[in-house]
C-alpha cells in the first residue's frame, strides 16, 4: 500500500523560507514521477514542482526561481524548499506520486497516490 506523508508546513511572513517533506513508503516501480501540487481555497489543484525518477524537474512559472524540488531515494523521501514566499503561495500543499515519466504539464489527474496535505500560510 502506497503511503505519502507531507510535513513542514507552517505560518510565515512573506519573505520567508520553509522546507516541506514527504515520506513514501509502499512505492515500488522502475520509472516514477513524484510532486508538489497546491490548492488555495475555492481554487483547483495546481501543480507545483515534479521531478523524475532521473532527476529532471520542472516548475510552474509562479514559482520558478524560488521553490526547489529534490529527492533523496535513500531515504525514501522528497523535499520541497520554498525561499521569498508570499502571500499568493498560501495553500495546502499535497505530495503526489505515479509510476510513469513525468510530463511537463503536472496535471493532478496522472497522480493516483497522494498525501494527506501540509498547510502553508504566508502573511504579509
Known amino acids: 500500500q502506497v503511503q505519502l506523508v507531507e510535513s513542514g508546513g507552517g505560518s510565515v511572513q512573506a519573505g520567508g523560507s520553509l522546507r516541506l517533506s514527504c515520506a513514501v513508503s509502499g512505492f515500488t516501480g522502475s520509472n516514477y514521477c513524484m510532486g508538489w501540487f497546491r490548492q488555495a481555497p475555492g481554487k483547483e489543484r495546481d501543480g507545483v514542482a515534479i521531478?523524475?525518477?532521473?532527476?529532471?524537474?520542472n516548475y510552474a512559472d509562479s514559482v520558478k526561481g524560488r521553490f526547489t524540488i529534490s529527492q533523496d531515494n535513500a531515504k525514501n523521501a522528497l523535499y520541497l524548499q520554498m525561499n521569498s514566499l508570499k502571500p499568493e503561495d498560501t495553500a495546502m500543499y499535497y505530495c503526489?506520486?505515479?509510476?510513469?515519466?513525468?510530463?511537463?504539464?503536472?496535471?493532478?489527474?496522472?497522480?493516483?497516490?497522494w498525501g494527506q496535505g501540509t498547510q502553508v500560510t504566508v502573511s504579509s
Open positions: 521531478i523524475s525518477r532521473y532527476g529532471i524537474e
Open positions: 503526489a506520486a505515479h509510476s510513469g515519466s513525468c510530463f511537463s504539464d503536472m496535471a493532478a489527474d496522472d497522480f493516483p497516490f
